[in-house]
């Protein structure tokens, strides 16, 4: 079946600095795939997708590239703001997905320090 | 203003008593659906609904039922709670197709606690 693996939280960072998220897939075929963002205390909401090997999704200043040959999606930005602090979720939708069926990783917590 | 709309944002019950989660979408999507969000899980689709009067299991549809009376509303019933429900609960809509497919619009959570 279909999965998606992220790394476990909590991601502690400084203001400024550099965040990955890793996320993999085991899909078949060619799935979209997506980052959602949770903000405390309110539901998801997607920060960039990507449908086709080698796209780079990006809003933000955060950005990831579908990666087939590793079957990967991480989540990178470049100067983290605390306003980031958030719980990110990768997932994915299959080509032939009831509807519009996601599958999500486990959802990494990540807290951004002043 | 787009949104997707829960009721109650928060409810504590007890074991057996039936209660019903509203959600309700102001954006003509088609497809809707709800997922229960649990540590260390992520999110887990309960059911869907692909329009009105269409409706299907997702991964973990026991203990739960819905229906689509309405393109707009989509409630949860828990006909028999018991604490293993106790839950974080989203509802979320999208258009059915289309170059958007996937793109869902999340409800801000109804957390339900079964005593």
């Known amino acids: 079946g279909n999965s998606v693996t992220q790394m476990e939280g909590p991601v502690t960072l400084s203001e400024e600095a550099f965040l990955t998220i890793n996320c993999t897939y085991t899909a078949t075929g060619y799935p979209s795939l997506f980052w959602y963002v949770q903000y405390p205390g309110e539901g998801l909401q997607l920060l960039l997708k990507?449908?086709?090997?080698?796209d780079k999704g990006s809003n933000k200043g955060f950005e990831a590239t579908y990666r087939k040959e590793t079957t990967s999606f991480h989540l990178e930005k470049g100067s983290v703001q605390v306003s980031d602090s958030a719980v990110y979720f990768c997932?994915?939708?299959?080509?032939?997905?009831?509807?519009?069926?996601?599958?999500f990783g486990g959802g990494t917590r990540v807290l951004v320090k002043p | 203003e787009a949104q997707v709309t829960q009721n109650p944002r928060y409810l504590i019950t007890v074991t057996g008593k039936k209660l019903t989660v509203t959600c309700s979408q102001n954006m003509n999507h088609e497809y809707m659906s709800w997922y229960r969000q649990d540590p260390g899980l992520g999110l887990r689709q309960i059911y869907y609904s692909m329009n009105v009067e269409v409706t299907d299991k997702g991964d973990v549809p026991e203990g739960y039922k819905v229906s689509r009376k309405e393109k707009r509303n989509f409630p949860l019933i828990l006909e028999s709670p018991s604490p293993n429900q106790t839950s974080l609960y989203f509802c979320a809509s999208s258009f059915r197709s289309g170059p958007n497919t996937g793109e869902l619009f999340f409800g801000e959570g109804s957390r339900l606690t079964v005593l």
């Open positions: 990507a449908t086709k090997a080698d």
């Open positions: 997932a994915l939708s299959p080509i032939k997905a009831a509807g519009n069926k996601l599958t």
